[in-house]
Structure formats: C-alpha cells, structure tokens
C-alpha cells in the first residue's frame, strides 16, 4: 500500500470514528509532538534490549498517556491503534513481525496527525465573518488553561456515563488573577462531574420530561460592585430536598420541625450528606463539596446553592473584589458526547 493509498483510507477512518473536539486539538498535538519522537526512540531501545523491564514499563506509560489524551479529545482512531500498541507489547512471546507491526502502528498514527494538524490549520486560517463576536480567549491567558482542563473534564465523565452535555463559560467584564484560577479550577471540576454524573439526566430521561436532549451546563463570571460573582448551573434533575432532609434528621443534623429550603440546599456541603442514588466512580453530591466550600472560604468567599427539582441546580459563589485583574469579555463552549 503506497502512501497516498495510506493517507486516503486514514483520512476516511478519521471522518467516520472520530469527534474530534477542537478547542482541545491544539493541546493534543502539542503533546503528540512531545511524546511521538520519545515512544519511537524507546520501541528502538526496546528492540536493542528486549529483555530490558524498565524500558518497557517507559514505553507503557508513554504510551497510556498518549492514549488517554487522544481519546479525551476524541481522537479516537488514534486512541484505538495506541491501545492494539499496547497489547502487542503485552504478548510473552513476541512474534517475528511484532516491530514491523509496530512500525506500521506508528505510521499509521503520523497519517492521522497531519491530517489533524491540516484540520488546525484550516480552523486557524478562518476568517472571523462577524466581528461583534466577544474577545477571543488567548491560548495562553489563565482562563483558557482553566477552559481546557474543564472541557478535558466535560469529554471524559460525558463518555464515561454516556450522557450528551454542552458546557458553556461566560465572563462578562471580569476576569480573575491566575492564582486564583488555579486554585479554582479543582472545586470547578469537582462542581462539573457532580452535575454530569448526578444532576444532568441521560438523553432518554431528558426526552421523556420535555427537555432538550443535550443538557446544559454554564459557569458564568461577573463582576457586582466589590464582588466576583460566579455562577455555576445545570438544566438536571435539581437536589432532592426532601432526601436531604431525611439524611440530615437520621444523622441528627436537623429535627423534625421546618427547615427552609435555602438551609436544606446547604446540607450538601457536609460530609457524607448525599441524594445519589447510584455509585458511580466519578463524585457524589455531598462527597467531596466541603472541599468545595473551603476553597472558596480560604479565597475570602462564600458559596449558596438553589435548586428546583426536575428543572436543575445553581451554585453561586461570591468572591472578594482583591481577586481581579481588570475587566475582559470571554465566552467558550463545548459540547460532551
């Protein structure tokens, strides 16, 4: 098969398996063009020394990682060849072809790349027809390193619970010191699998209550007066309330009088409070969110939660004006399988 040949049939896999999401393309290859001239510079050492353990425990791990961030960013083709990679390297006995196999593996990955890196470029070039779009985010600003590992997030526990999700970040006139990003970013994450695993329903549920087939995830930033305000918010189910209530008076939290609904929300922050009904391997709602709550506390903040059943969840934080750098409008969005 001559390489045109190889090209076309790679080109035409790439375009049936995979959903590649492209804000998270840039990053990928920047990592496969980091971890391709290692992987084969270790296969070569590998063939050298067969025998050599630590060697192929490298290539292992180079290998699982590169697997994971191509699935993560929906390059599938590529994920799915790295994982027959892998398995070849697992067999006691090799057989004679195993590095020609491999070899073919890699070329086969480097068709793949280009035409990935051509799909980049194409999304590069194009022109930006309306130009009352907001600011583009920077690929180098706090808030896009914080966007990518939210959408990484968004990709991977969308997959791993078969749900369809769009993630959707606004900031309006505010845009927060890079610390403080960073030391936001976990409570965030922790904040977007909750809402995927426990709040948003599966498409079929969603259909059956008249909603929308994707569900609906939005952070949203913005300034008010001498506050950040932050908004996090899910179109799901919404808290069990009730559920809540009836943990709380069982662990002796609460008695038995009435408690309004703005205290009961606040009963997820406490630890081994939860309304999930399943155990998931992703997060609970109640487990983990005091980890939530003192983040924020530790930033000088504060965090409520309203809920409607059946109609969704919001988590509001509010965060001191010392958090800021200066005003900027971003908006991004992202759809999960």
């Not at 067999?91 to 593996?105: K, T």
């Not at 606040?266 to 992703?282: C, H, K, M, N, R």
């Not at 939660?305 to 001191?320: A, D, E, M, N, R």
Request: proline share 4%; charged share 30%.
């Amino acid at each position: 098969m001559d390489n045109s040949t190889r090209s076309s049939k790679a080109k035409q896999q790439l375009t049936l398996n995979d959903d590649v999401e492209m804000l998270l393309l840039p990053v990928f290859l920047e990592e496969a063009d980091e971890l391709r001239p290692i992987i084969n510079e270790s296969l070569h050492a590998l063939r050298a020394e067969p025998g050599d353990d630590a060697q192929r425990q490298l290539i292992n791990r180079l290998l699982h990682t590169f697997k994971g961030s191509a699935r993560m960013t929906g390059a599938m083709r590529i994920g799915d060849i790295i994982h027959t990679m892998e398995d070849r390297l697992l067999v006691a006995h090799p057989p004679a072809g195993l590095w020609s196999a491999l070899e073919d593996d890699l070329e086969r990955i480097d068709i793949l790349l280009e035409t990935l890196r051509k799909a980049q470029r194409v999304a590069e070039t194009s022109p930006v027809e309306d130009d009352s779009k907001p600011e583009q985010v920077t690929a180098d600003s706090p808030f896009a390193r914080m966007s990518e590992r939210l959408y990484r997030t968004l990709r991977q526990t969308a997959k791993e619970l078969n749900k369809r999700v769009n993630l959707e970040l606004i900031v309006n006139d505010v845009e927060l010191k890079g610390q403080v990003l960073e030391k936001m970013t976990a409570p965030f994450e922790h904040l977007l699998r909750n809402a995927i695993a426990h709040g948003v329903e599966k498409e079929q549920q969603r259909m059956n209550s008249d909603k929308e087939p994707v569900g609906e995830i939005q952070l949203r930033l913005r300034r008010n007066n001498d506050e950040v305000i932050i908004e996090f918010s899910d179109d799901g189910r919404g808290l069990d309330l009730a559920a809540l209530r009836s943990q709380a008076i069982k662990k002796g939290l609460l008695n038995e009088t009435d408690t309004p609904e703005a205290q009961l929300g606040q009963l997820i922050f406490i630890p081994g409070i939860s309304t999930a009904t399943e155990v998931t391997g992703v997060s609970g709602r109640g487990i983990g969110m005091d980890v939530v709550r003192n983040e924020i506390t530790a930033l000088g903040g504060r965090i409520e939660v309203h809920s409607k059943l059946g109609q969704g969840t919001q988590f509001t934080i509010h965060l001191p004006a010392h958090t800021l750098i200066h005003h900027k409008t971003q908006n991004r969005s992202g759809v999960g399988p």
